[in-house]
Structure formats: structure tokens, C-alpha cells
């Protein structure tokens, strides 16, 4: 069947005689995409994560606002101790009054209720020594009002502390989210001063040119920023989660600078072989563009697979991803053909002198070593094949011990008032009282059966002990409904947490309820905790065989082989798996953890086996395309297997060794940050690309493909009616 192709080639030489029209669009669109960014996006993102198949956590947030009419309640602490004093002294006490008339004085704009031990005498208020007592507050507004206001809050906490000499912290929602964007933003920064100058480094030693080495940042930076724009727009309509920046970032400096490392590379080849600025352009185009093209579309489906979690978090990493790795492809296939036109034979400029004539007198011997390393393995290609298998295979069993949650507060530097906060709440009374569970029962609550059925409910509570002190009840008939509000011992994701929430719904809600008639949804923050658990857990499977199946399907169609796509996907299993493994043994166990600078945690971040899954098999496929790419090249022309797979790992294994360390580069600055979440995400992409790019693609690669022999491009007769994408063609 004749090839069916977007003709790369074509586009990049019309790009390519036009640059300067083609650069001017760019340009236009990244002035407009910085103006856009600026004004939009700090209103398109959020720090809550919503679900979009409303499970009952959900609905009870649902049912509180509109038939109660309250939004959902944004509490925080405020947590009063001395050394020196207790509360039954006068000098305790005038410090929280003159604290309360502070605090009261923000106005009912800021803070919509709150409570001392002096008004209440409860002495569920008050530490066991008496040197400590907590002030629950009520912030008034959204989440994202809240956030902005929690500011002046801690402002005038502050101010109490120094004045008084008493230790005065808050620590709640709105505190601790305000913290965790903090925290972001600084490892954001830390990752790209670290990650980006590495990449340079890298991308010197690989073209030995500083003008070639910068050209895939400076792309790299147009479409981190254009995704930015899109993102932001978006968010107009769909509230995005905030870790939807460093998603963007990240993977524009991953993907950016691999995909104009491609093309580059084979530019600067046909330069060298004596094509003219135009010819070089189109058959670069015609090339290493129609593998980034495919590489590109590989990484997107993948991604798809998040998209179908229902789950804000998920549906913004998987969005913000895609947008910046499309516009990452669409800028190699446009604007690196104008801005090489411009530069010709000059991106060879600037040259680091020790590196380019270390280069150049030893091109011969890299491409020898790399065809030595494919001739090695393919004498020997079972030995190869066994080994690989069993050093990837081992930290893939551990996979099978995985703990997935969420770390939550925890997890932030102790240097963090929030944090500081939340420490004293656990120790001394429970951070729970920040996140309560919240049981709506929606049935007549003039009924003496159904509130009989509430006060029974209210004992089982009082018997576990997790439940901390005693639950309220807030009736509403004209809303024909009652909430009971029950603060939980520890954090909301904790195991201990989420266990009481599960209790409640299986055990507690349906023995006190049994033959009433009445609807009962148990919800509050601890319950959106273990709903998001449960959704992770039941959606991973689903997005394992989606993102499989579609990546089989996408390279049978790029390769016009069964075979290929089925040892990509069996490949791609073994370096993911390893890297699942690594993290739990690194995090989980700890080992090497204090090595590399990382917190030994209880579990694995819940979105993080979903996420690592979809980018790794979309990732790792840059590396099969462009490899199996230039292979099918030499394949198509000389049908020779071996000496193709030779040719193949020659000429890209420099390149694709060089992409791989600057991945791991842009993954490592990630990793270096302060949060654990970035930590996990980081590590398990570094190590599986690492893992990917070497003994993958140098070892069973060629080991398989030797074994297999011409078998590699079978495709069965009654699917030869696919179309040809051309990967390989001339």
C-alpha cells in the first residue's frame, strides 16, 4: 500500500523559505500568550480538587449549599500556649482576650465565627497540661477568599505572639493550602535552576556549539509559555488544580528540548554531508520531524488515559501536559525549520573548542562504539535479553507492595506555621477539628424516628474512639434535613481517618438508620479523602489497558507491524514497573532515601502511579520512534536486519543518550524540592527514562529485534489495509 503522510518535510521547507513571517507569528503569539498569562491565570487555578462523578462526599457538599445554603465551612485554629502560664491564670487569659478582639476586629468579611474556652468552659478546649488552648474559627467566603484572607489572619497572630511572649500559630485549610503553594512555587524555581542549566550543559557536550545548545531552551520557553496561555484560558471554564504550572513547565523542558534535539541533530548531519540550508531542512523535515510528530502523538494519547479519572487534579495534570507537549511538536515542525534558515550553516557558531574538536576528531570512534555496542548484544542476543529482564524484573516485584494515599500537611517543612500547627493539634488535641465529618441525613426531622435513628448514631460515635469529642447536630426543616458534624482524630487522609469514614458508611449509618425512612450521605474532607482513594484504585486497571491499547495501536499504525508495538508496550512495562518498584523501595522502605535527600513517607502519592504511567509510556516512545525510525530507514532501503539495527543505534545513540540525560536532568530538579509528592513524581520519571534510554534501547532493543530477525515488521494480511504513515520511508 502507497504511503498516506502529513508531508513534515513540505511544511518545514515552506517554513523554512519563509522564516521571518513564520518567527513573527511565533512571536506575536508568545507576546500575546506572557500578556494573557499574567491577567488570567492566577484566577484559572485552585487548590480544591472536585470530583465529576459525584460520589457521596460530593453530593453532601452539593446538598450544603444549596439546601442549607452555607458554603462549604473553610475552618481554622488558632492554637494559644505558654511555657510558663496555664489557662487558668490571668495573664493566659487576657492575652486570648485581647487575641479575640483582634481577631473579631478583621471583620465578619474575614472571619465568620469563632470561640474561646473562656466563653465555653469546654474543656475538650484545653491541652492536658493547661498550657494550651485552641480557638476554632470559621473564615468567611470561598476557599479562594479564604486563602487570600488567612494572610491578615496570621498577620495579627503574629503581631499577639511577639507582643505577648506566647507561642500563637493557625493552622487549617486555607493556612496549609496557602503554605503548599508556597512550597510549590520555591521547588518550581529550584527545579529550573537546577534542571535548566544541567540541560545546557548536556546539550553543549552533545552539539559542542552554544548556539546549537541554546536553540532547544529558548523553543522549549515558547511553548512552556503558550501552554500557559492555553491553560489559562481554559481555566475560564474549568477550574485547573495549581500543579498544573510545574506540570507544564516540566514537561515543556523535557519534551521541548528532546524534540528540537532531534531535529537539530539530523539538520546538522545532512549539513555535513554537503545538502544546502533548504535541502538539510527538508530532509530533516522529512525525517526526525515525522518522528517527533508521531513521538508527540504517542505522548498525547497517552496522556488521554488521565483524562477519564473523574477527577479535577487528573483531568488538569493530563490538560496542561498535552497542551504543552502539542505545542512543544507544533514548534519543532515550524518554528525550528524558520529559525534554522535563518542561522544555516551559523548553527554551528560559537564553537566550545575543546568539545567541538573533541567531536570531531572522534565522530567516528562514537558512531563505532555505539555500533560495537549493537554488534555485542546482538552475538549474544539471549544472554542480553535474559539479563536485562532480571535487572528490571527485581525492583518490579516490588510494585506489588505499593501503598497508595496521600501525605497531606505532614509532608511540609517544619519551618511552615501551618505545619507547626498542625503538630501541636495532633499531639494535643486533633486536627480533625479543621476537617470534620459531615453526615447529611435528608429525611423530615420532625419525624421521631429519624431523629431517633440521629441520636443513635451519635452513640456509635461516642464509642470510637477515633471520633474526637462530641458530634453537633444542626436541624433544618425547611430544608428537610439534618447534619451531624463529627470531627475525626487525625489528619483527613490519614489510614486512621479514612478507616473512621469507613466505618461510618458500612457499620455505624446503617445500623442507626435500618427501616427508617431517610437518605444518608456521609461527606466532609475525610470523606473526599478515602472517595479519592477508592476512584484511583478502581480507575488504575482501566487506564493501565487504556493507555496500552492505544499505544499499540497508534505504532502498528506509524511501523505497519504487530510486532513492534507489542515489544514497545512489553518494553515500556519493564522500565515502568521498574521504576514503580524503585519508588516504593526508596520511599516506602527508605532505602537510600536520606542519600538522595528524599522523606521516607507511609504511601505512595495516590495520582502518582496514574500519572507516572501515562507520561513514562508516552516518554519512552520518543526513544522507540526516533530509533526504530531511523532503523526501518536503513531496513527499507537494504533490507538487511542487523546491519540496520547497527546503522540505527550509530546514529542515534549519541543523540538519544544526550536527550535521556537531560530528562533526567529536568526530572532531578523536580526531585530536589521539598515536597514529597514532586519528590516521588521526579525520582520514578528519572529513573525510568535512565533505565529506558540505556538498557533499554542499547540492549534488548537490538537483542530483541536480532532474535526476531525480518519478523520485526510482520503485519498480517487482513490489516495490510492499514495506511502507511511512512516512518522509516525516504
Known amino acids: 500500500m502507497s504511503a498516506i503522510r502529513f508531508s513534515t518535510g513540505r511544511l518545514a521547507a515552506g517554513c523554512g523559505r519563509r522564516p521571518r513571517l513564520a518567527i513573527g507569528l511565533w512571536l506575536a503569539i508568545a507576546a500575546i500568550s506572557l500578556l494573557v498569562v499574567s491577567r488570567l491565570l492566577s484566577g484559572a487555578l485552585t487548590n480544591e480538587f472536585s470530583f465529576t462523578n459525584n460520589p457521596d462526599s460530593q453530593q453532601v457538599k452539593n446538598l450544603l449549599s444549596r439546601r442549607l445554603h452555607q458554603p462549604e465551612k473553610i475552618d481554622e485554629v488558632v492554637i494559644v500556649s505558654s511555657k510558663q502560664y496555664t ?139 503558550i501552554a500557559l496561555c492555553i491553560t489559562a484560558l481554559v481555566g475560564q471554564l474549568i477550574e485547573m488544580s495549581f500543579f498544573v504550572e510545574n506540570m507544564i513547565t516540566m514537561m515543556g523542558l523535557a519534551v521541548g528540548i528532546d524534540y528540537s534535539l532531534f531535529v537539530i541533530s539530523r539538520y546538522r548531519e545532512e549539513l555535513s554531508r554537503g545538502s544546502d540550508r533548504l535541502q538539510a531542512i527538508r530532509k530533516a523535515g522529512d525525517t526526525a520531524s515525522r518522528a ?31 497542551f504543552v507537549v502539542a505545542v512543544s511538536v507544533l514548534a519543532a515542525l515550524t518554528l525550528l525549520p524558520a529559525v534554522l534558515s535563518l542561522l544555516g550553516p551559523r548553527i554551528n557558531s560559537l564553537k566550545i573548542p575543546l568539545i567541538h574538536r573533541y567531536q570531531a576528531g572522534n565522530e567516528a570512534e562514537q ?62 488535641f486533633s486536627f480533625g477539628l479543621t ?63 479514612t478507616g473512621a469514614i469507613r466505618r461510618l458508611r458500612e457499620q ?51 511501523f505497519h507491524s504487530v510486532v513492534v508495538p507489542l515489544k514497545a508496550v512489553f518494553m515500556n512495562l519493564l522500565s515502568v514497573g521498574a521504576a514503580y518498584g524503585l519508588i516504593v523501595i526508596v520511599f516506602q522502605k527508605g532505602v537510600g532515601a536520606g542519600l538522595f535527600g528524599f522523606r521516607q513517607v507511609s504511601s505512595v502519592e495516590a495520582w502518582v502511579p496514574l500519572f507516572l504511567f501515562s507520561v513514562l509510556f508516552g516518554l519512552s516512545m520518543d526513544y522507540h520512534v526516533f530509533l526504530l525510525g531511523r532503523i526501518k530507514e536503513h531496513y527499507n532501503r537494504t533490507g538487511d536486519n542487523s546491519a540496520s539495527v547497527a546503522i540505527g543505534l550509530r546514529f542515534t545513540g549519541r543523540i538519544i543518550t544526550g536527550a535521556a540525560l537531560i530528562m533526567v536532568a529536568v526530572f532531578s530538579g523536580f526531585a530536589s524540592g521539598q515536597l514529597v509528592m514532586f519528590q516521588q513524581m521526579g525520582f520514578g520519571l528519572g529513573v525510568a527514562i535512565l533505565l529506558d534510554a540505556t538498557l533499554v534501547r542499547s540492549i534488548l532493543v537490538p537483542a530483541a529485534m536480532k532474535l526476531l530477525g525480518d519478523r520485526n515488521w510482520y503485519l498480517p494480511r487482513w490489516l495490510r489495509w492499514m495506511p502507511d504513515f511512512g516512518i522509516g520511508s525516504e
Open 292 to 322: 517527533v510528530l508521531f513521538s508527540g502523538m504517542t505522548v498525547i494519547l497517552a496522556l488521554v488515559g488521565m483524562l477519564i479519572i473523574p477527577l479535577n487534579i487528573f483531568y488538569s495534570l493530563a490538560a496542561g501536559a498535552m
Open 435 to 497: 476537617s470534620p465529618a459531615e453526615v447529611a441525613v435528608l429525611g423530615n426531622v420532625n419525624l421521631p424516628a429519624v431523629m431517633g435513628s440521629v441520636s443513635k448514631l451519635e452513640q456509635e460515635v461516642k464509642k470510637d474512639k477515633v471520633f474526637y469529642g462530641t458530634p453537633s447536630v444542626t436541624k433544618d426543616p425547611a430544608a428537610n434535613m439534618t447534619l451531624v458534624t463529627m470531627p475525626v482524630s487525625g489528619a483527613p487522609e490519614s489510614a486512621e481517618a
Open 87 to 225: 489557662v487558668d491564670q490571668p495573664q493566659f487569659f487576657n492575652v486570648v482576650k485581647k487575641l479575640g478582639g483582634d481577631i473579631i476586629g478583621l471583620g465578619p468579611g474575614l472571619i465568620s465565627g469563632g470561640i474561646s474556652y473562656y466563653q465555653t468552659h469546654n474543656q475538650s478546649m484545653v491541652s492536658a497540661d493547661r498550657h494550651t488552648t485552641i480557638i476554632p474559627l470559621v473564615m468567611s467566603g470561598t476557599l479562594s477568599e479564604a486563602e487570600k484572607n488567612v494572610t491578615k489572619l496570621q498577620t495579627v497572630l503574629s503581631q499577639n505572639s511577639r507582643a505577648s511572649g506566647f507561642r500563637i500559630l493557625t493552622t487549617g485549610t486555607a493556612s496549609s493550602n496557602n503554605d503548599f503553594n508556597h512550597v510549590s512555587e520555591t521547588d518550581l524555581q529550584k527545579a529550573e535552576l537546577i534542571g535548566i542549566p544541567i540541560a545546557l550543559v548536556i546539550l553543549v557536550f552533545v552539539f559542542g556549539t552554544l548556539v546549537a545548545a541554546s536553540l532547544p531552551l529558548i523553543l522549549a520557553g515558547f511553548s512552556i509559555v
Open 367 to 428: 558512531g563505532s562504539f555505539w555500533n560495537t555496542v549493537a554488534h555485542t548484544v546482538m552475538r549474544r542476543p539471549v544472554i542480553s535479553l535474559l539479563a536485562v529482564i532480571i535487572i528490571l524484573g527485581v525492583p518490579a516485584v516490588f510494585y506489588f507492595q505499593i501503598k497508595t494515599g496521600a501525605n497531606g500537611i505532614a509532608v511540609l517543612p517544619d519551618s511552615y506555621t501551618s505545619k507547626q500547627g498542625y503538630q501541636v493539634l495532633t499531639s494535643e
Open 508 to 558: 455505624y449509618v446503617p445500623q442507626a438508620f435500618r427501616g427508617v425512612n431517610a437518605r444518608v450521605l456521609v461527606g466532609g474532607i475525610p470523606a473526599m479523602e478515602l472517595d479519592y482513594f477508592n476512584i484511583t484504585n478502581q480507575y488504575r486497571p482501566i487506564v493501565f489497558a487504556f493507555v496500552l491499547g492505544l499505544s499499540f495501536l497508534l505504532l502498528m499504525l506509524v
